[in-house]
């Protein structure tokens, strides 16, 4: 990654595990995907004003060169798993890996093809 990875946390003080959680996934799209420039990953906890426990909400922000940015934003207010901290983190990354290997896929077809058309001319 060109720029380092921006993590936030919003509405709680996030453990060494959930920490360690976001910095794992982190790494698992870098190898996944070597043409991100940067992620910004926030994690915003349950208002504490809530009786019951509330929802974590994860948002990603990808950046990959020549394409808009990738944004996977987690909030389902009928999660019920969600409401730890370590599951709407793998829930948000997972769902990033989709359109990130579309665009991967786009990218490479479309040097094929004109690799393919630069041979013709030749």
């Known amino acids: 990654m060109q720029v380092p990875v921006e993590i936030a946390f919003r509405h709680f003080e996030p453990s060494g595990e959930i920490r360690s959680e976001v910095a ?3 790494r698992r799209l870098e190898k996944f995907s070597p043409r991100v420039t940067s992620c910004r990953v926030v994690v915003t906890g349950p208002e504490t004003r ?3 426990g509330g929802l974590f909400e994860v948002e ?3 950046a990959m060169p020549e394409h808009n940015d990738i944004v996977v934003d987690t909030l389902h207010g009928d999660a019920p798993q969600h409401e730890h901290a370590l ?3 793998r829930d948000a990354f997972d769902a990033a890996v989709s359109p990130t290997r579309t ?3 786009q990218g490479s077809q479309r ?3 004109f690799a393919m058309l630069k041979r013709a001319m030749q």
Do not use: D, E, S
Request: aromatic share 0%; proline share 0%; charged share 45%.
């Open 103 to 105: 665009l991967l896929v």
């Open 60 to 62: 990603l922000r990808i």
């Open 50 to 52: 809530r009786r019951r």
């Open 24 to 26: 794992k996934q982190v």
């Open 111 to 113: 040097r094929k093809r």
């Open 87 to 89: 599951v709407a983190i």
